[in-house]
């Protein structure tokens, strides 16, 4: 079973950064691609960044030039760095990972909560 762990969040101020990690289980050479979701109370989850194993990369027009998505390949890491933080990024931060070939599996971390304050 495929496991990935979140570290990394916690409370800053408005215009301060914050850098999360995603360690997985497996080499994470084997997913298709791993991104970022997050998840305000009463909100439904969105799409933050994501990363292909080719190292394209993708954001949500919200966080684009403040965010940056990144991979270890040596230590089956992704790193979701987070500059210019806004009240509205509060959130809980998941990982995910998608299968590389069908069928489509997904994964996902417990989550690691972000709290901006003003």
């Known amino acids: 079973q495929v496991q990935l762990v979140e570290s990394g969040g916690g409370l800053v101020q408005a215009g301060g950064s914050l850098r999360l990690s995603c360690a997985a289980s497996e080499s994470i050479f084997s997913f298709g691609a791993l991104g970022w979701y997050r998840q305000a109370p009463g909100k439904q989850r969105e799409l933050v960044a994501t990363?292909?194993?080719?190292?394209?990369?993708n954001y949500a027009d919200s966080v684009k030039g403040r965010f940056t998505i990144s991979r270890d390949n040596t230590k089956d890491t992704v790193f979701l760095q987070m500059n210019s933080l806004k009240p509205e990024d509060t959130a809980a931060y998941y990982c995910?990972?998608?299968?590389?070939?069908?069928?489509?599996?997904?994964?996902w971390g417990q989550g690691t909560q972000v709290t901006v304050s003003s």
């Open positions: 990363i292909t194993r080719g190292g394209i990369t």
């Open positions: 995910n990972a998608k299968s590389r070939y069908a069928p489509l599996r997904e994964y």
